[in-house]
T-cell receptor, first 114, second 112 residues
Framework: DQQVKQNSPSLSVQEGRISILNCDYT??????FLWYKKYPAEGPTFLISISSIKDKNEDGRFTVFLNKSAKHLSLHIVPSQPGDSAVYFC?????????????FGTGTQLKVEL | GAGVSQSPSNKVTEKGKDVELRCDPI?????LYWYRQRLGQGLEFLIY????????KSGLPSDRFSAERTGESVSTLTIQRTQQEDSAVYLC??????????FGPGTRLTVL
């Protein structure tokens, strides 16, 4: 049972354009969402997070949008840069439930082309 | 060091052998997590330690898997009688309580 889904295994975007990565979840108890970026042979690196009490969080070129009614979140990267090429994982947790374990999606491989 | 470290970085073992994977969390982080990533899949939660509380073992796939943590420092994940389906990258993360998790580089385990 995949509680966090990233339906696009890969995405290709031109440098300077916007990258939009999508994530859907099924567990209504999730109240904290994160995006991680992963380069080959390295551990995931935290990018940005959002609490369920918000619908948008912005940090530089990265913005995360949360639509609770649709159980959907997205990560926008603008402008996209070649160094953004990596696998992006969406993750969720039930913070108010007392735990902090993360449930991850399967990842989206982003390729930013020159 | 400033980050989470894991050892070994790579481990090749024969089916049926036991393996131990080590994680050194960021100093001062009270929470420590183990995940694994099998080929083509997302990260899968295994176990979570928080301070002196009983660990959350709900993600361990079988009783061949166990983990220990000494105080708020090093953790060891042990897999007994390894099987080929145990082949994966095993990732450790640490955090302050209920905050973003910082990951180590992982241990790539290959069971022949």
């Amino acid at each position: 049972d995949q509680q966090v889904k990233q339906n696009s295994p890969s995405l290709s975007v031109q440098e300077g354009r916007i990258s939009i990565l999508n994530c859907d979840y099924t567990n209504s108890m999730f109240d904290y969402f994160l995006w991680y970026k992963k380069y080959p042979a390295e551990g995931p690196t935290f990018l940005i997070s959002i609490s369920s009490i918000k619908d948008k969080n912005e940090d530089g070129r990265f913005t995360v949008f949360l639509n609770k009614s649709a159980k959907h979140l997205s990560l926008h990267i603008v402008p996209s840069q070649p160094g953004d090429s990596a696998v992006y994982f969406c993750a969720a947790s039930e913070l108010t439930g007392g735990g902090n374990k993360l449930t991850f999606g399967t990842g989206t491989q982003l390729k930013v082309e020159l | 060091g400033a980050g989470v470290s894991q050892s070994p970085s790579n481990k090749v073992t024969e089916k049926g052998k036991d393996v131990e994977l080590r994680c050194d969390p960021i100093s001062g982080h009270t929470a420590l997590y183990w995940y694994r990533q099998r080929l083509g899949q997302g990260l899968e939660f295994l176990i979570y330690f928080q301070g002196n509380s009983a660990p959350d073992k709900s993600g361990l796939p079988s009783d061949r898997f166990s983990a220990e943590r000494t105080g708020e420092s090093v953790s060891t994940l042990t897999i007994q009688r390894t099987q080929q389906e145990d082949s994966a990258v095993y990732l450790c993360a640490s955090s302050l309580a209920r905050s973003k998790q910082f990951f180590g580089p992982g241990t790539r385990l290959t069971v022949l």
